[in-house]
């Protein structure tokens, strides 16, 4: 059971998003007692999340939704193309960090290439993302990082919910990196947890700049919700240059785009 009965929707989503990786199924009659709440409750809950594409309800159960949509967690997804993401993250680094800036990083494992490429001094980090935090206090121990407190996701390793959502409004950030599961030729960079995304996006609304790094292989790719609309980024740094209908997108919406060599 969660420890508290009043925990937050965003609690419980991620609880039962990590319960479903674990075991593979869940009995929606045990849910109301696992997460200390009423069944209409669960009801909701359920519901919701399926509307995202993250679960799929069955007759007395709850199952995984079996598309390209459900959020792999974090250590899965670290040691996949490493080398693109390596340099991905030194051509974003190159090409957007300054001495002095203040520099928002969200928890994506591209976004994580960026910590071996920053300088190791003269610029501050703000992240929601432990494990990011703790690469930064491996790897570049001199560098200042305010980690954004909230619920942890079992799945990411990232903070989220309104503790960050009102922490992210103390700070005035240089340049924000992002990155995304997908990025639909129709409707842009995408991702499949809610959560997650309202984070992305007011960590984008309290900076100057805003890149996305997106690794090729997610070039007409879906997923569950719009992650950002391209008009809000400054660039977008990638392997490979972007499909025709992808460039096409980005160059309306006035987009530079920075193909890592």
Not at 5 to 18: D, E, G, S, W
Not at 102 to 114: D, P, S
Not at 206 to 211: E, G, P, T
Not at 221 to 238: C, E, G, Q
Request: glycine share 8%.
């Amino acid at each position: 059971m969660i420890a508290s009965p009043f925990a937050p929707a965003a609690v419980r989503h991620q609880h039962l998003i990590a319960s479903l990786s674990e075991r593979g199924s869940l009995r929606i009659a045990e849910l109301p007692a696992e997460l200390g709440v009423t069944a209409m409750t669960v009801w909701r809950d359920l519901k919701l999340l399926e509307e995202q594409g993250l679960i799929r309800r069955v007759r007395g159960g709850v199952l995984h939704s079996g598309g390209a949509t459900g959020e792999p967690d974090y250590e899965s997804k670290a040691g996949q193309f490493r080398e693109v993401k390596r340099l991905i993250a030194q051509a974003a680094v190159r090409e957007f960090v300054r001495e002095g800036d203040v520099i928002a990083m969200e928890g994506g494992t591209t976004v994580a290439e960026l910590v071996r490429a920053l300088p190791e001094s003269k610029i501050s980090i703000v992240t929601n993302s432990l494990p990011i935090a703790l690469q930064i206090r491996l790897n570049r121990p001199a560098l200042p990082v305010r980690v954004l407190g909230g619920w942890l996701s079992p799945v990411s390793g990232n903070t989220t919910g309104p503790e960050v959502l009102k922490d992210i409004r103390k700070d005035s950030v240089s340049v924000c990196f992002l990155s995304a599961t997908a990025w639909d030729a129709d409707k842009g960079p995408m991702d499949p947890n809610p959560l997650e995304i309202e984070i992305k996006r007011a960590l984008a609304a309290a900076s100057r700049r805003v890149v996305a790094l997106i690794d090729s292989r997610k070039f007409g790719l879906t997923s569950a919700s719009v992650m950002i609309h391209p008009k809000r980024l400054h660039a977008v740094v990638s392997d490979k240059m972007p499909p025709t209908a992808i460039r096409n997108m980005l160059r309306k919406a006035g987009v530079r785009i920075v193909v890592a060599r």
